[in-house]
Each structure stands twice: as structure tokens, then as C-alpha cells.
């Protein structure tokens, strides 16, 4: 794809990402998307023929981008508490900003496809997870737990919180307990 | 209230939230719950105004009803691991089952009213929580955890996989090893 082609896919994304925390996924439309990004109907559709295709290429970015920076840093052979409190910090700071995330399109999205892609992304996510946390206990500086149970607890108190958070004012510091309770079950003192 | 008015009251509750987890709370009205009921519109009336009432009193007897179990079990000076034990086999067995659960009702409810009511049901869960922990560490059966941390991860890891087990297929087993990362972090061995 060339490099001005590939500008506007980002610049599409990247305003949609915005529509979709603010209105979630049913609402939107690709009219909505043309207003946003200033583009007109044929432009826009030369990149993305609907807001399924633009959120789940949105969905496909953000989880790259994660795994991406994970698979840098163990490369790179930083410590995996590094790794941790990054990503548990991204996390907290997503939980503080429920207006900016995209829960409720996300959970909107999937009620309204088939759940093959959001189950590929969970198993990434997942993956993701597991490898850290793997990564750690080889570099000694995680405790033995059971990598599967963790993964599990991280991920879905992660997701319960991002779910209530857009529904009910949750407490600030309910983000930071769960951080230092996977910190706590982790990190070797 | 008359034993007959409290009865048809909870036949009503009982319909009613068959009704609300199979359609959520956006998509209930008065009249389908005259239709499950059987009961005429001056009948239902006579015991609530809305849908909003009705789940509302479907919320409040469910949060008592599990409030006094524990309290319950608690005066019995029954073992807070069993008090535990059978409290997350609930959460399981009501994971496992995503068809009778009321998350997107209890959802969609609070999207479409203040969080006033959410807010205050949540502040119960968190004290029944929070009353069994601290009584398993009195008991000396539990760790001295951090409890209002091991709060948040039961309630937030819990409503995380409820929601998600609604628009995606949750492994069986991530219900059971989220249980076992509760149990691990709080029973003595």
C-alpha cells in the first residue's frame, strides 16, 4: 500500500476509534465516518466498505500495537516487572478514561456479528498474557503461579471493570487494587 | 402485605426475570410481562408502575437473598471456606449458565436510568464480600490479604466473564480457574 494511501487509512482509523468510544458500534455510520474524517463517500469506501471492516481493522491495529511492544521488550531482554507494570499502567489509565474506550462498540460489535473475530482476539490477548508471564518465571522474577489462572483473572477483571466503568462511576482506586493484587500474585518481593 | 398480593408478587418477579435475562431490560414491557404472567394490565399495575420497578425489585430480593445466606452462615459460625466454596460455585454454575443471567439486563437498566440504584447494589456486594473475607481471617482460615483488593478482583473478574459469556463462547474452564485463583489467594492450606 503506498505511503499517502496508508496516511488516510490512519487518519480514518484513528477518528473513528474516537466516534466508536463515543457512540459505540450500532450507531455509527459510515456517514458518520465521512463527517469526522472530511472524506467523501467514494474516498472513503476506496479504503473500508463498512464500519464492520473499519472497527475490526481498528480492533486488528490495537492488538498488534500491544503485542508488538510486548514481543519488543522481551527481545530487548527487559525485565518482565518493567513489561508488567507498563501494561497494568496502560490498563489503569484506559479504566480512568472510560469515555475513550471502546468496551461497549466492542461488545456492541460482537452482538452484532458472529464472535469468530473477538474470539481470535481474546486468544491473542491471552497469548500475549501467558508469555509475559512465562517470560517472567524464566527470569526469575515472577513467583510459579499458574499462568492460565492469572491470565485468566487479568483479562476478565480488566474487562468487568472496563464494562462497569461506562455504566457506573467506579471508585479510582478499584483499578489500582486490582493492579496491585496481579502485582502482589506476580512480582517476586 | 397479604400472603395471596405477596405471592402473585413473586410469581411475578420469578416470570419476570426469565423474561429479563432472555431479553435484556431495553426490550421488556409491561405487556410482555402480562403475557407471561397471565395477569391482566390492571392486575400487573396493581402491583408495579413500570419494568423499571419490577427489575428493580428482582434486584433488590437477589441481593438480599445472597446477603442473608452469608449472614446467615456467619451467626451459624459455619467455615468461611464452605461460605466461600459454595459463593463461587454459585458465580460458576451462573458463568456457566449465560442464558439465565441478568448482566446485559442489569446493563442495558443502567444505561437507560441514573447508576444511582447500581451504585448502591454494588456497595452491598462489596460489603458481603468484604464481611466474608474478614471473617475468614478472624476465623484464621483465611490469609491476611489485602481485602478490599481481593474485593475488586471477585467482583470485577466475576462481572467481567458474565458480560463476555454473552456475546462470546467463555472456555468452561475460565469460570473454575478464576474460582481457583480466589480460593488460592485467600484459604489457608
Redesign the interface.
Known sequence: MNNKKEKTREYILEKSSQLFSEKGFKEVTMKDICEVTGLSRGGLYSHFSSTREVFEALLERITSEDEFDIEEEIKKGSSAVEILNASLTRIRKEIEKPEESLSIAI?EY??AND?KE??RL?QRAEEKWSKLIRYGIEQGEFKKV?V???V??I??????????SK???IKK??AI??T??IK??LIIK
Open positions: 461488545y460482537a452482538q464472535s473477538i474470539v481474546n499458574n492460565n489462572e492469572m485468566s483473572v483479562l476478565y477483571s480488566y474487562q468487568g471493570v472496563r464494562m462497569w455504566i457506573m462511576p482506586n478499584t487494587q486490582i496491585n493484587n502482589n500474585q
